[in-house]
């Protein structure tokens, strides 16, 4: 039996190691042997002022975005998994849709919407509603609005999964025991699930680290990302060592993170 389960999975563990082990390890190799061999990469990559604030405003802005992301995705789906059949029909719709728009073609929309000559500031200065145009884009500001927009349809499976599991006696019993529907919600039904908020906020953080097409457009090369700092160190510089380098860190902070996180559902879940 196990040897029937190995074979059946054998294409796609040869896939995975070749799609990714492979050029992963070819990476680690770089961030050793450029310029020179030795670790004097992962030592600059830890001690640069300039990597360390870029590595401190990814995470930071990550952060930002999770929790927005996330609080936004869990009002959508309370809509999407507790509303009428127009509703769900509605929202259903609006979580779909985005997935058939690029990245590329969602950035350069906002960058229509809020660059000084966007939509935004020429109606906002025609009607009188400011007389300058307002800094939106090229900026932390757009990088977030950006990365929010394109991140809540992936929290929101995980808290549907969530939501579509909790018992309605559980809610029904508490309403008959004369809770308000506010104390309900934030006290019976918001801790029943966690789980779904937990996997949504590590999906949207984990992605969020990775992003590059977003912040580079919207953030100008004011706002720089490791992900832009590692292709701006391999395609400009070039210094392919340092680059590799910050992506190894990177892929094991990650590697850390799942692997914390994981342990912990597993400790809630007994």
């Not at 190799?29 to 450029?34: D, P």
């Not at 870029?54 to 927005?68: D, G």
């Not at 801790?191 to 680290?209: E, N, R």
Request: glycine share 8%.
């Amino acid at each position: 039996m196990l040897r029937s389960r190995l074979f059946l999975l054998a294409p796609l563990l040869v896939f995975l190691a070749l799609a990714y082990l492979v050029p992963f390890l070819g990476v680690m190799r770089w961030s050793v042997t450029l310029p020179e061999p030795g670790l004097g990469q992962y030592k600059t990559a830890l001690t640069d002022p300039l990597v360390l604030s870029v590595i401190w405003r990814t995470v930071r802005i990550c952060a930002l975005v999770t929790v927005l992301a996330v609080a936004m995705a869990y009002i959508i789906t309370l809509l999407w998994v507790r509303g009428g059949p127009v509703m769900r029909l509605f929202v259903e719709l609006c979580i779909l849709i985005p997935f058939w728009i690029s990245v590329l073609t969602r950035a350069f929309g906002w960058l229509a919407l809020l660059s000084n000559r966007g939509i935004i500031n020429t109606w906002g200065q025609e009607i009188g509603i400011f007389s300058e145009p307002l800094a939106l884009v090229r900026n932390e500001f757009g990088v977030v609005l950006g990365m929010v927009h394109f991140l809540i349809p992936f929290a929101v499976f995980p808290l549907a999964s969530a939501m579509r599991s909790v018992d309605e006696r559980v809610l029904l019993a508490a309403r008959g025991m004369g809770a308000s529907r506010a104390r309900i919600f934030w006290q019976v039904f918001v801790p029943m699930t966690k789980t779904g908020i937990f996997g949504a906020c590590l999906l949207v953080f984990v992605f969020a680290l990775g992003f590059f097409v977003t912040p580079a457009i919207l953030g100008g090369g004011r706002s720089v990302l490791v992900a832009e700092l590692i292709w701006l160190r391999i395609f400009q510089s070039p210094d392919w060592g340092l680059g590799a380098a910050i992506s190894v860190i990177m892929m094991v902070a990650i590697g850390l993170l799942l692997a914390l996180t994981m342990k912990y559902a597993k400790g809630t879940g007994r």
